[in-house]
């Protein structure tokens, strides 16, 4: 079975500033989708980037880029020019490509504060 | 485009009582529907799979009785909590998409608590 992990429960960064956050996971698949959502206090869940794992390159959305490393099965997020708006849970999820099913694997999160 | 509503938003009500969520996507088909569970300061965990037309699939843990879902339509499933208690109490979402394997779409959630 497929695994996703966070490893930071919570995480700070000063507005203006950087934050990379960090998630692993586990899978024996080679065709694959990973994604990252951003929930904040509203709960709705607000797809952030994904990624292809046969695409080589790193997606990038805007402030938004990952660092995928398919060998070493990690997929970190990273938030450039961080705002305000910015804070909220981050949860980092994963899709099969292939099976009947597709639904997302969730790692536990990790809560974004920025900081004024 | 592809938005999905999710109804209620909120569910105040005693225990035993049972309790339906609607889940409708509005401006497209979707063929397979997600029902996640969210509890305070934790992950989405799947609940179960519904596919149009037919049952819905459980995942390990889940009463399949207690939590009942119907996807009768290409545009509607519905999750309703039987006899719901106190442990009920969670925010559930749902999600859909055109087929399995295509981009999810969520809906803004049900908190749903049990007194």
């Known amino acids: 079975a497929q695994t996703v992990t966070q490893s930071q429960p919570e995480m700070s960064v000063q507005e203006a500033e950087t934050v990379t956050l960090s998630c692993t996971y586990d899978?024996?698949?080679?065709?694959?989708?990973l994604f990252w959502y951003k929930q904040p206090p509203s709960r709705q869940m607000i797809l952030v980037i994904r990624q292809e794992a046969y695409k080589q390159q790193n997606a990038t959305e805007n402030r938004f880029s990952v660092n995928f490393q398919k060998a070493a099965k990690s997929f970190s997020l990273k938030i450039s020019d961080s705002q305000l708006g910015d804070a909220a849970m981050y949860f980092c999820a994963y899709r099969s490509e292939g099976g009947s099913q597709g639904n997302l694997i969730f790692g536990k999160g990790t809560k974004l504060s920025v900081k004024p | 485009g592809a938005v999905v509503s999710q109804h209620p938003s909120r569910v105040i009500c005693k225990s035993g009582t049972s309790v339906k969520i609607e889940c409708r996507s509005l401006d497209f088909q979707a063929t397979t529907m997600f029902w996640y569970r969210q509890f305070p300061k934790q992950s989405l965990m799947l609940m179960a799979t519904s596919n149009e037309g037919s049952k819905a699939t459980y995942e390990q843990g889940v009463e399949k009785d207690k939590f009942l879902i119907n996807h009768a339509s290409l545009t509607l499933s519905t999750l309703t909590v039987t006899s719901a208690h106190p442990e009920d109490s969670s925010f559930y979402i749902c999600?859909?998409?055109?087929?399995?394997?295509?981009?999810?779409?969520f809906g803004d959630g049900t908190r749903l608590s049990i007194l």
């Open positions: 999600s859909a998409t055109r087929q399995a394997h295509q981009p999810q779409h």
């Open positions: 899978t024996s698949e080679s065709d694959y989708y």
